[in-house]
């Protein structure tokens, strides 16, 4: 079992940034990737990034790509999402998300989810 928790969401202005957490604990060992996706209302919960804990395989959305980075703390298991120049199309609330020993973006092959954090940005 892997529980995560996100953390780092709020508010802010179109332009801005914000650093996401997702602590990871329990058996982070059993799992081969991290990724986060969001969700905004009445849309379809979407792949953002992800990462291997080897390091071995990072992924970008094209939406995010040279805005949004994804880095991780192994020695906290604890991966992060720093998102800048924020769009108000960016509002949705992320998830972070484990997953087995695939690289893949596919949400329906992780295993594990947080709760999600809420992410407004305003005009």
């Known amino acids: 079992q892997v529980q995560l928790v996100e953390s780092g969401g709020g508010l802010v202005q179109a332009g801005g940034s914000l650093r996401l957490s997702c602590a990871a604990s329990?058996?982070?060992?059993?799992?081969?990737?991290m990724g986060w996706f969001r969700q905004a209302p009445g849309k379809e919960r979407e792949f953002i990034a992800g990462?291997?804990?080897?390091?071995?395989?990072?992924y970008y959305a094209d939406s995010v790509k040279g805005r949004f980075t994804i880095s991780r703390d192994n020695a906290k298991n604890t991966v992060y999402l720093q998102m800048n120049s924020l769009k108000p199309e960016d509002s949705a609330v992320y998830y972070c998300?484990?997953?087995?020993?695939?690289?893949?973006?596919?949400?329906?092959?992780?295993?594990?989810w947080g709760q999600g954090t809420q992410v407004t940005v305003s005009s």
């Open positions: 998300a484990a997953g087995g020993s695939r690289r893949t973006t596919s949400a329906a092959a992780y295993n594990y």
């Open positions: 329990g058996r982070t060992f059993s799992t081969y990737a």
């Open positions: 990462t291997s804990w080897s390091g071995g395989w990072t």
